[in-house]
């Protein structure tokens, strides 16, 4: 259904502000409204359902500091909600990066995920700076060859500034969200094949099985693991999180975040050009049959999330919205 974002907005306030501030509610509200204005319909306002959803999190103390240095920061969010410890997170990396060049950002002791990396990442590049994130989930994700879950969905974002709109890129390394379950679920869809397995490693369709097994890795190989391994290193050992707790009861999601300045490297006004340039040459190469232009990652979701906001109106899930108590009246 469509709803209004105004009235959208309200809701997830009032429902957020049962166990955060207004400030606290406002910035997770934020990053809600974003993901399902853009059509990601697996890390929006899905996050407010299910067992564990955000409104319901207590945390167990506010986003401190660990460790603090003029290029890096580690963080501790308290198990707080990670849209609002990542966005902190991406605004300290914004703020060293412009100093210094260069900021290396760590979360962990976070609930939930962060959701989709691009809003991160975009928020950086409109600082003219080049964004780079890596996130590790509880596992839900096999190892190639292996058929228990070993890493979580993993994904990894990068965003650069360019003339026009930054370029951003944003992929789970697993072949689908595990929110992409939640939903299957919730609507009482089967999910596609080649997605998942089952307890026992045999290849399912079912969303409720594929929760009690494993995701697959985006292509199926040793090379989407291997990516998703090292998305686990990045955001677990390197920041005294976790990694691989399949064995434990702890469930953490941990995140890195860097911010690069071009200016280490050449002129902004050169990178951007050469950016602009880069991505031309790509638009303008010649398109295989049925295929009708080259789309640039994230290029679809700015143009949903714009119509969008045109519209003042957003289209959110019925089954999700009847979840919440959402109406359109």
């Known amino acids: 259904m469509k ?98 060049g260069f900021a290396i950002v760590g979360v962990k002791n976070t609930f939930s995920s962060n959701g989709a990396q691009a809003f991160y990442v975009e928020k950086i590049a409109k600082e003219n700076l080049i964004g780079i994130m890596c996130s590790r989930s509880p596992a839900s994700a096999a190892g190639f060859g292996t058929i228990d879950p070993i890493f979580g969905t993993n994904p990894i974002g990068f965003g650069f500034p360019t003339n026009d709109a930054p370029l951003v890129f944003d992929a789970a390394t697993s072949a689908m969200t595990f929110y992409g379950l939640v939903l299957a679920k919730a609507r009482g869809e089967q999910i596609p094949e080649n997605m998942a397995i089952d307890h026992d490693g045999n290849p399912t369709t079912d969303p409720t099985a594929a929760m009690s097994g494993a995701l697959l890795s985006f292509d199926r190989s040793y090379k989407g693991s291997g990516f998703a391994m090292v998305v686990e290193m990045m955001a677990g050992p390197l920041i005294g999180g976790a990694w691989v707790d399949n064995v434990s009861q702890t469930e953490e999601w941990g995140t890195v975040i860097m911010a690069i300045d071009p200016e280490l490297l050449v002129d902004i006004d050169e990178f951007k050009a050469n950016a602009s340039d880069l991505i031309a040459k790509v638009k303008s190469a010649r398109t295989a049959e049925g295929v009708e232009a080259v789309r640039l990652p994230g290029e679809n979701g700015r143009k949903l999330y714009e119509a969008a906001l045109a519209s003042g109106q957003v289209e959110i899930d019925d089954v999700i919205a009847k979840e919440l108590g959402i109406r359109n009246d």
């Open 3 to 100: 709803i209004p974002i105004d009235s959208l907005r309200a809701t997830l306030h009032q429902l957020l502000s049962v166990n955060f501030s207004p400030e606290q509610s406002e910035k997770i509200t934020e990053y809600l409204l974003w993901a399902d204005m853009s059509g990601n319909k697996t890390q929006g306002i899905i996050k407010m359902t299910g067992i564990g959803p955000l409104q319901n999190i207590v945390p167990e103390h506010e986003v401190s500091v660990l460790r603090d240095t003029k290029l890096s920061q580690l963080i501790d969010a308290g198990k707080n909600p990670a849209p609002l410890s990542a966005q902190i997170a991406t605004e300290v990396a914004i703020s060293k990066a412009k100093e210094h």
